[in-house]
């Protein structure tokens, strides 16, 4: 039996991911995941993310709510907060 493309991975094909995760293992399994589709980036601090982010926004932010820095939630209220126009929608 093949592998059935589902219509909604179409949509990440092209993307830019940037997955935050402080555990190497977890992170590069993500990674290596979504390398098919998508154009992916590594943090693994929140610290880390944000200057990423700052730097060259991408379509979709994987975050891990753990980080040894801040919380992930930290990182999003800091992305929302952000005195530049802010490219992200999130979700509640």
């Not at 493309?5 to 993307?15: A, D, M, P, V, Y």
Request: aromatic share 8%; with cysteine; glycine share 6%.
């Amino acid at each position: 039996m093949g592998c059935v493309k589902r219509k909604s991975e179409s949509k990440l094909i092209g993307k830019h991911i940037l997955v935050v995760e402080d555990y190497p293992h977890l992170g590069g399994l993500l990674i290596k995941l979504l390398e098919k589709y998508v154009y992916t980036s590594y943090a693994h601090s929140g610290k880390q993310a944000l200057r990423e982010i700052r730097q060259k926004p991408p379509d979709i932010v994987l975050l891990d709510l753990c980080l040894p820095d801040m919380s992930g939630l930290e990182v999003a209220r800091k992305l929302r907060n952000d005195q530049q126009p802010n490219p992200f929608r999130f979700w509640q």
